[in-house]
């Protein structure tokens, strides 16, 4: 099955520097890679997504890098604030076969101000 | 707006209660999910279910059974609670495959 690992598990920042997570993953069938964001508290939501016919997405302070050959793929966040403190899951899935989404063990980020 | 909803938010119990957490959603995904989560460990596969009275495990099963008659609930048993079930429980639907999953709030759950 799926097997997804995701670095470092714990990053703090200042506020204003960029944070990368890095997730790596190992069936190459894999083609859908969301980012959730938990903050304390509360439950997942997702953040940004890419799928394995583009190899960057963009929405405003975050992006998302995916490479196919290597089987990674990362969440860069720019400009850090004190709000997007909070932990982080990716995530790998398929669109057949064993279809179930497999998570990272998830980064917790801190942003100090 | 999608809705995921669980049964409670904090729960109390104790060891060899038998013990229900339910999941609602009002988005008639096929797919419904139960992960728990325990810090360090992120999210762990529980059971997982993809239509009406079918059922899967996932990757830690043991200890837990699941119910779903009816398409918009997916219930998680704890047959016999134990201390090392002491845990964060979140529900997810999925809408298909290769989608986004969407999180119920989580219960935690406390066997004393």
């Known amino acids: 099955g799926e097997n997804v690992e995701q670095h470092p598990s714990t990053l703090s920042v200042q506020e204003g520097d960029s944070a990368v997570i890095k997730c790596t993953y190992s069936d190459s069938a894999s083609n859908y890679f969301p980012w959730y964001k938990q903050e304390l508290g509360k439950r997942p939501q997702l953040i940004i997504d890419i799928r394995s016919n583009v190899g960057e997405k963009k929405d405003q302070r975050i992006a998302v890098t995916l490479n196919k050959t290597a089987k990674h793929f990362s969440l860069h966040i720019t400009e850090t604030q004190p709000e997007d403190s909070a932990v982080y899951f990716c995530a790998a899935s398929t669109s057949g076969g064993s279809y179930i989404p497999t998570f990272g063990r998830g980064t917790s980020l801190i942003v100090h101000p | 707006d999608v809705k995921v909803t669980q049964s409670s938010r904090y729960l109390v119990k104790r060891t060899g209660e038998k013990v229900f957490l339910e999941c609602v959603q009002d988005m008639d995904h096929e797919n419904m999910f139960w992960y728990r989560q325990d810090p360090g460990l992120g999210l762990r596969l529980i059971y997982f279910?993809?239509?009406?009275?079918?059922?899967e495990k996932g990757d830690i099963p043991e200890g837990y059974s699941v119910s779903r008659e009816k398409k918009e609930r997916f219930s998680l048993i704890l047959e016999s609670a134990s201390t090392n079930q002491t845990s964060m429980y979140l529900c997810?639907?999925?809408?298909?495959?290769?989608?986004?999953?969407?999180f119920g709030p989580g219960t935690r759950l406390l066997v004393l």
């Open positions: 997810t639907t999925l809408p298909g495959v290769g989608e986004t999953q969407y």
């Open positions: 279910s993809y239509d009406v009275k079918m059922k």
